[in-house]
């Protein structure tokens, strides 16, 4: 059940070897009530180093196979996970892909690959997630989005076109669910985590640590959505009135 202020103690994590998901784990194990964490992912042995990890802090830590790329699979491949966690009182989406925007102008197959990890899958998940917790009448929906996904631009629309999709999911499902069950929809700025590596680092990439602070913050607040910095909020909104033409030259 969720404690006082909020925070579970049986988790399920779609996207188990998440880096952020990691940090919000460790953050909700020393400084919550978190007892058992059911980690789902697709590569073993990334769900593996996640749990070795994990188990520093918390004993109870099971990984189980999840392919968010074949979304039809995505039910009965939750099975396994809800068995063992017997009850969940909170799920936590963290799964993601960010494909190379050239490669994926040239190959539509890396873009239903994105879409299928980045919004079906997820999206499939937690339609059968949201129906358990609802007949349960409590628990809670923390769903990683980005701030990519509410300004899509040029040079990464594929990545942020498909977190989009989720994100507005994520949006209807609290109008759906909220107050029994509460939804929450984290948009941070650019994470410095391995997804990422490669790519220029701005000046104010944030740390998986400074998200899973956030977040657990945000929880707590009760925020359906919660942006990482707050700042970056204030930043969409005067982005948001800018036309595309103006918006697409803009180094962002």
């Known amino acids: 059940m969720l404690n006082a202020n909020g925070l579970p103690q049986q988790l399920l994590v779609v996207g188990g070897g998440s880096d952020l998901a990691v940090a919000i784990i460790e953050r909700l194990a020393t400084d919550g009530p978190l007892e058992r964490v059911a980690l789902a992912g697709p ?49 936590l989406v963290a799964a993601g892909v960010l494909p190379d925007q050239h490669a994926a ?3 539509p197959a890396i873009v239903a690959n994105a879409f299928a990890v980045n919004a079906t899958g997820p999206a499939v998940a937690l339609s059968v997630l949201a129906d358990r917790l609802e007949r349960a009448g409590t628990g809670q929906l923390i769903v990683l989005s980005s701030v990519a996904a509410t300004v899509v631009r040029r040079r990464s629309y594929v990545y942020d076109a498909s977190k989009a999709a989720l994100d507005r999911f994520a949006l209807g499902l609290a109008d759906r669910l909220e107050p029994a069950v509460g939804v929450h929809i984290v948009r941070p700025m650019f994470v410095t985590t391995r997804m990422t590596e490669g790519l220029e680092r701005p000046p104010l990439a944030l740390s998986p640590e400074q998200v899973a602070r956030a977040t657990i913050a945000g929880i707590q607040a009760r925020q359906r959505v919660i942006w990482v910095p707050r700042a970056a909020a204030l930043g969409v909104m005067v982005l948001s009135v800018l036309p595309r033409t103006v918006l697409r030259r803009l180094p962002i």
């Open 43 to 91: 590569r073993p042995a990334t769900l593996e180093r996640a749990r070795d990890r994990i188990r520093e802090h918390l004993d109870e830590v099971a990984t189980f196979h999840l392919d968010l790329a074949d979304p039809r699979a995505v039910p009965s491949d939750l099975e396994p996970a809800l068995e063992w966690l017997g009850s969940v009182d909170a799920v």
């Open 105 to 107: 102008e040239a190959d």
